[in-house]
């Protein structure tokens, strides 16, 4: 589970001020965050398929707003896929 603190972290690094948390690219950064942690929920918890269908909708809609971004802002797209280390 992400903490607040590091939620805020995230916000303040990808959105510039803790309240802009409607931009791009802190969803797609938060998103992250939590694929990460339910990534390492199930590599101890193997049969938990809730969680696995939580992951597998999160990892579709970072998949949709990363869409968005490429389609809207090329260099912001290539930005944020270069600091999350994501491949595409």
């Not at 805020?8 to 802009?20: H, L, S, T, V």
């Not at 992951?55 to 968005?68: F, M, P, T």
């Amino acid at each position: 589970m992400i903490l607040k603190e590091q939620k805020a972290e995230i916000i303040k690094k990808f959105g510039g001020d803790e309240k802009n948390t409607g931009l791009t690219e802190v969803q797609i950064a938060l998103l992250t965050a939590r694929i990460q942690d339910i990534t390492n929920h199930l590599n101890t918890h193997k049969k938990d398929n809730h969680s696995r269908r939580g992951l597998i909708k999160l990892v579709s809609k970072r998949k949709r707003l990363l869409k968005y971004l490429e389609k809207t802002d090329i260099n912001r797209y290539r930005q944020i896929l270069a600091s999350l280390n994501l491949r595409k």
